[in-house]
């Protein structure tokens, strides 16, 4: 049985996303719905009244997305769990127990400023946690993964890392396109292909212009996949720091559900 941790915050972009995981992922499926909030306040008295009303609001909301989805998805098994904590925070420590075979969240698009989408909780997520994450769109709803998109570029990464997506494949007998946005065809590809090669996937080039999260999605809107799979590399600070993340960015700008690997030691 698949095990999936799906956060929520009672909007629609959440609640689709949840519905999205039951899609994706089911019938043998497992969901631990999680909310999480946080309140501050310099008054202990004036805080402890404010958690009260938040989370005692948050419950209603639950009960009744509960009863909704378990109405809709009887066979489904749903755990809800409802945390004081900071979403990011609480996100990340679940998704790292290794109780959770993916995380998935839904995502509102953005400006494309580095501090908007760093900032974000489905950011901060992807950047902190180890664990496999499925981004979900606004409003997308699922649709057959006929094919899945991966999305390569020249950093290595270990045949471990690929597993999640294996798996994937292996439940809707999807077909793999693998694909390198670069100026022109490069060896450097051999060994991450060698680690799909079970896949059978094809492979195609698409020239770049210097903007990939432009190009990966110009290419997305003509080849009509139904998922996209990236790895994102550790990187150092110096890189972080003077490096805007593609992964990342492309959280809020694609058009498909994204899928985020995060590349294990070769």
């Known amino acids: 049985m698949n095990k999936i941790l799906v956060p929520i915050d009672f909007s629609k972009t ?37 958690d009260d009303v938040i989370e005692k609001d948050a419950r209603a909301k639950m009960d009744e997305l509960m ?24 996100i990340t420590a679940l998704g790292d127990s290794g109780d959770f075979d993916f995380i998935v969240m839904g995502t509102k698009g953005a400006s494309g400023l580095k501090e908007v989408f760093m900032g974000s909780i489905a950011g901060g997520v992807i950047s902190k946690t180890l664990a496999p994450v499925i981004v979900v769109p606004e409003e997308y709803h699922f649709r057959a993964l006929d094919e899945i998109v991966f999305a390569i570029g020249n950093e290595p990464f270990s045949y471990a ?23 022109k065809k490069t060896s450097d590809l051999d060994i991450p292909l060698s680690h799909i090669a079970d896949l059978n996937p094809s492979i195609d080039y698409a020239f770049g212009t210097g903007n990939t999260n432009k190009d990966l999605n110009d290419y997305l809107m003509k080849d009509f996949a139904g998922l996209l799979c990236m790895v994102r590399a550790k990187k150092g600070f110096m890189e972080r720091l003077l490096s805007e993340s593609v992964t990342l960015k492309q959280t809020f700008n694609s058009p498909v559900p994204l899928m985020i690997l995060h590349a294990r030691p070769i």
């Open 14 to 50: 959440s609640t689709n996303a949840l519905a999205y995981a039951v899609e994706f992922f089911g019938p043998s499926l497992e969901i631990l719905v999680l909310h999480s909030f946080d309140t501050r306040s310099r008054a202990a008295l004036l805080m402890k009244n404010i």
């Open 67 to 90: 009863q909704r989805m378990r109405k809709k998805y009887p066979d489904i098994v749903f755990k809800p769990k409802i945390v004081k904590l900071k979403a990011v925070s609480a």
């Open 161 to 183: 890392t690929v597993d999640p997506l294996k798996k994937i494949v292996k439940k809707h007998k999807s077909k793999v396109k693998v694909l390198h946005i670069a100026d």
